[in-house]
């Protein structure tokens, strides 16, 4: 699992640092998420209101987590202009380890799982200096192997480049 993160995190950043346009406009933003999942996070805006995020990192202990997020910006809503929510919708692929100690999982069992996700959220900009810091909540429902709901959240900050 950390040999799959280890060799997947640099390619996912080569190729999203190396983009010109994002690297160029300070659209790009680079950081770290705490929650379900915890791991690294990207998130480049299209425009004023509209971004793509995703992230790579590990669910709770039980395997790497994939993910990649169309989200819409809603600012003005509140009087602070750094202040904005967000609303979206995504992809996830997680590949899920079952620990061989829980009885109730039925052994060591390794499970790839598709879910589609819907994170909301509200982020704060920092004038100064180029660093947003987010809380999310993001419902996700697996559709493979079998349907079913799980409720992930998270706490980060990205710096933008």
Known sequence: MKKTVYILFPLFCAILLYSNKASASGDFGLGF??????????KYFLNRENAIAGGIGDAAGHGLY?????????????PAREVSFFLGGGGAFHNYHRDRSAKTWGGDKNEKQLEGRMPFGINYVFEPIPIEVFLEIVPALEIIPDVDFHLRAGIGARYYF
């Open 33 to 42: 998420v705490l929650g379900s999942p915890s791991g690294f996070t990207a």
């Open 66 to 78: 994939l993910y990649a997020d169309y989200l819409i910006h809603f600012r003005g809503i509140l």
